[in-house]
C-alpha cells in the first residue's frame, strides 16, 4: 500500500475536498497526503517492530515493500544455510560420507552468489 492508495481509501471513508476553492482543496489536500504518510508510518513501523522480535534485520526499509524485500531475502538465506547445515552435519553422523556431504553444502551455500 502506498500514500495515493491510502488517499483513495480516506476519499471512499467521506473525506471532502472542495475543488471549487483552490486553497481550501491544497489545504486539504495536504491534510490527505499527511494522514497517509501517518497511516504508511505507522504500518511500517508495525512489520518492522516484527521483523527485529523474529530477528530479522530491516536494513535500510524506508517502505513496506522494501521492508517486505528485505525479509524474503533473510529466509531464502536462513534456508538456504539450514540446508547446508543438513548436509555437514551428515559428516559427523556417517563416516565416508564426508567428501559429498561437504561438496553438497558447498553447493547448497554457493547458490546464493548466483
Same mark, same amino acid.
Given at each position: 500500500m502506498n500514500r495515493e492508495d491510502?488517499? #483513495?481509501m480516506a476519499r471512499e471513508a467521506g473525506f471532502k475536498v472542495d475543488w471549487q476553492h483552490a486553497d481550501v482543496a491544497e489545504i486539504k489536500a495536504k491534510r490527505y497526503e499527511y494522514f497517509a504518510a501517518l497511516v504508511?508510518?505507522?504500518e511500517r513501523e508495525k512489520l518492522a517492530a516484527w521483523m527485529m522480535r523474529q530477528g530479522y534485520a530491516t536494513g535500510h526499509g524506508d517502505s513496506i515493500e522494501k521492508l517486505l524485500e528485505e525479509l524474503e531475502w533473510q529466509i531464502v538465506e536462513r534456508e #538456504?544455510?539450514?540446508c547446508a547445515k543438513v548436509c555437514e552435519d551428515i559428516d559427523t553422523e556417517y563416516e565416508g560420507e564426508d567428501v559429498l556431504a561437504t561438496w553438497c553444502a558447498t553447493a547448497i551455500r554457493a547458490r546464493c552468489k548466483q
Open positions: 491510502i488517499i #483513495r504508511a508510518n505507522a #538456504r544455510e539450514a
